[in-house]
């Protein structure tokens, strides 16, 4: 039995945020129906050519996967566990946004055994929630936390930012007082990024390029005050009793999210649904983006129709195969985030090589920087290594 994770992608979004690009847009709900019915297709499919397969995790992201009526997140749910074995303490996820649940909604979440919810805040400020074209205001935000808690949920994240446009260290303080003061299970703080296609790159552009180039800003935080509200934030979270285990994720009383944690471990995952990457036998796969042709496919495969296609499955846009070097650079790359860094024994479990036969001399020059450090037998970054990540991590490339 292999163990694996599953990530399910739901595309739909009630609006579009303005600093969003991710995979997501506006549908009616005839094409939500339409796209549960070919995303539990693809699941029987993608089951049947994966045998063997025992499931640690759930995750369904997207977009906003609490939008979908109660009858399609069973669907989808049902489905997984028709076709795939499920650990029966595995971790299943969903992403929520307030305004967009319902204790109806929740009580069926509840009865099909979805035990984790990730609930997007971002910010406790209704000026900071307007100006990213968030849904809702920190009133609904806190409706919908009371629903969740009030259907049992035990295992709650909330999504914050950091960076944002006019941010200091008051308006941050208000969120992750208000936070905190919730108690939820985990806090996961991202900065903003200004991501090209999306309207606050046409508005904020200049400043995020001022604001790489170290020079002073409009709107956006200096690189400067980014700095200081990143560190406020991890201070006052840890103060408050949150571990950070990785450079963005907090957890109280071990209520790591298991999900990502595979992720950064490179524990096989597979992506189901538009768009969705998979990690299988050192193979990475991308699904197709455009949601009519995944729709057609699946109805064609329903159908019974014979596919023309030529990557190893009809979902797939992308397929590469990852070298023992890439997979070792991986490994350092995504292993490195984690507050507790990675085993030396697992990379010679999986490598079959000494770590410091490939990467010795690196890691010695980090440590005597003072990035990186060891302990029993692992190897993690300091304090400073994680402020300067990208940089630090950037030395674990292996040449061509
Ligand atoms: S709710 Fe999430 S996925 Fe949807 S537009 Fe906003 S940030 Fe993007």
């Not at 939500?32 to 369904?60: D, F, M, N, W």
């Not at 949920?153 to 007082?177: A, C, R, W, Y």
């Not at 003061?181 to 999306?198: C, D, Q, V």
Request: aromatic letters at 12%; one cysteine or more.
């Amino acid at each position: 039995m292999t163990g694996i994770e599953i990530y399910i992608h739901i595309p739909f979004c009630v609006k579009k945020c303005l600093y969003c690009d991710f995979l997501s847009g506006v549908f009616d709900e005839k094409m939500q129906r339409r796209y549960v019915a070919a995303l539990c297709t693809e699941i029987q499919y993608v089951a049947k050519t994966h045998p063997g397969c025992i499931v640690s995790t759930i995750y369904v992201g997207g977009g906003t996967p609490s939008w979908l009526s109660e009858d399609l997140m069973d669907a989808i749910i049902t489905t997984v566990k028709k076709c795939f074995k499920l650990d029966p303490l595995a971790e299943v996820s969903v992403e929520c946004n307030p305004g967009t649940l319902s204790a109806e909604k929740l009580n069926v979440y509840r009865s099909i055994g979805i035990n984790r919810l990730s609930i997007g805040l971002q910010s406790a400020n209704d000026d900071e929630l307007k100006e990213l074209g968030r849904i809702h205001d920190y009133n609904r935000f806190l409706h919908t936390y009371d629903l969740v808690r009030k259907a049992g949920f035990e295992n709650v994240n909330v999504d914050i930012m950091t960076g944002l446009p006019h941010q200091n260290l008051q308006k941050l303080e208000k969120t992750l007082s208000s936070v905190t003061m919730l108690r939820p299970e985990h806090i996961s703080a991202y900065s903003l990024i200004i991501e090209k296609g999306t309207p606050f790159y046409e508005k904020y552009k200049f400043d995020a390029v001022k604001q790489q180039a170290g020079m002073e800003t409009e709107d956006l935080p200096t690189d400067e005050e980014s700095y200081k509200l990143y560190k406020y934030t991890m201070q006052y979270l840890e103060s408050k009793g949150y571990k950070r285990y990785e450079i963005s994720n907090y957890a109280r009383n071990g209520k790591i999210c298991r999900h990502n944690v595979g992720y950064w471990d490179r524990v096989p995952y597979l992506g189901l649904g538009l768009g969705s990457a998979s990690l299988f036998d050192n193979v990475r796969t991308n699904n197709i983006r455009d949601i009519y042709k995944y729709c057609e496919i699946s109805e064609s495969i329903a159908q019974g129709k014979n596919l023309d296609y030529e990557l190893s499955s009809p979902y797939l846009e992308t397929e590469e195969i990852i070298s023992k070097k890439e997979a070792m650079e991986e490994f350092m790359f995504l292993g490195l985030r984690k507050i507790n860094g990675i085993a030396r024994s697992d990379f010679y479990q999986i490598f079959d090589i000494d770590i410091e036969a490939i990467y010795g001399p690196i890691i010695t020059a980090l440590r005597n920087q003072g990035f990186m450090d060891a302990k029993e037998g692992r190897l993690f970054l300091t304090d400073i290594g994680i402020d300067v990540s990208n940089q630090v991590l950037s030395k674990f490339l292996l040449d061509k």
